[in-house]
């Protein structure tokens, strides 16, 4: 090959790889601002919030009734636990009645 060839040839295969960087960081770059929008989202999908009544399960209290067992949620933390009014500490989803 002639040394003009060559350097067509290396300045094709630099301008392919150009390229083809450009488009992985494009396509990087589309699904990086989707994945933001679902963390986004993420935040509007809670399973209490507060003033909302909740009721701890039949197992962790066992021989009360259920309205002994309801209680509003004074704070949503940052964890996904919850503080109550008129019970000590901070409770998960899994302590709960499932909603219907």
């Given amino acids: 090959m ?18 083809g960087a450009v488009g992985a960081y494009l396509v990087r770059k589309k699904n990086m601002g989707t994945r933001e929008q679902l963390y986004r989202n993420q935040d509007a999908d809670v399973w209490a919030r507060p003033g909302m009544m909740v ?7 066992p021989g009360r009734d259920r309205q002994e067992r309801t209680f509003r949620v004074k704070e949503l933390l940052p964890s996904g636990r919850v503080k109550l009014e008129g019970a000590m500490g901070e409770h998960a989803q899994k302590e709960f009645v499932p909603f219907r």
């Fill in 2 to 19: 002639k040394k003009r060839t060559k350097r067509l040839v290396g300045g094709l295969a630099l301008a392919a790889g150009a390229f």
């Fill in 55 to 61: 009721t701890f399960r039949a197992e962790l209290m």
